[in-house]
């Protein structure tokens, strides 16, 4: 779904000898989330790459305080993983400035389930079990969800079922998003230290 901050555009700098820029992506990232915390949206919009829809958009996203506090800390939360993989938080050098990467929250979540999905499909078990919410992590090992997948007559179908559901709409709320199916059922997502995963595919 994203990547880490360009460690390859650091070696190049370092070798080139290239000026770097004044403010590294560690103290950018924490004046971005401090700004959100503060509700100075125009300061927090100016150290991103900005959005399609320009910073209306963006103001509209924080508008809420709660999305605000949400936001700041998974960006603080990948602070610490910055330089090896940092799922919440991805950094761009731009001009000889960084700035933090906005992607959309539905955009987030479509892309974690495609790559279950994907997982799933082609029996990668390892990937797919770490791509599961903490609670199904504990409760299986990529060896017992390959064999409850294996012995689940319906497996398949409901692996059908949530592939059609990405072509459809998600609801974002808090830290869970969901893919109806119909008959109260729906593919559920949870948000855990900045990153999607997958809880229920039913």
């Known amino acids: ?33 401090r700004a959100l915390e503060e509700n100075r949206l125009p300061q927090a919009y100016a150290l991103t790459t900005g959005l399609p829809e320009g910073e209306p958009a963006f103001r509209t996203r924080y508008a809420d305080p709660a999305a605000r506090r949400e936001r700041a800390a998974a960006v603080r939360a990948g602070l610490p993983l910055l330089e090896g993989h940092a799922p919440a938080l991805t950094m761009e050098l731009r001009e000889s400035s960084w700035r933090v990467v906005e992607t959309l929250p539905t955009d987030e979540v479509k892309a974690t389930l495609a790559r279950f999905l994907n997982a799933a499909e082609t029996t990668d078990w390892e990937k797919a079990w770490s791509l599961l919410s903490a609670p199904l992590r504990a409760r299986y090992t990529p060896d017992r969800l390959r064999e409850d997948f294996q012995r689940e007559p319906l497996a398949r179908e409901r692996l059908r079922r949530a592939r059609l559901a990405l072509k459809g709409d998600v609801k974002v709320s808090g830290n869970e998003a969901t893919f109806p199916l119909g008959a109260e059922r729906a593919v559920r997502l949870v948000l855990e230290a900045g990153e999607y995963r997958v809880a229920a595919i039913e």
Do not use: D
């Open 1 to 33: 779904m994203r990547s880490s901050f360009r460690p390859l555009l650091l070696l190049a700098l370092a070798s080139t000898g290239c000026a770097t820029s004044s403010r590294g992506p560690v103290p950018t990232a924490e004046a971005y989330a």
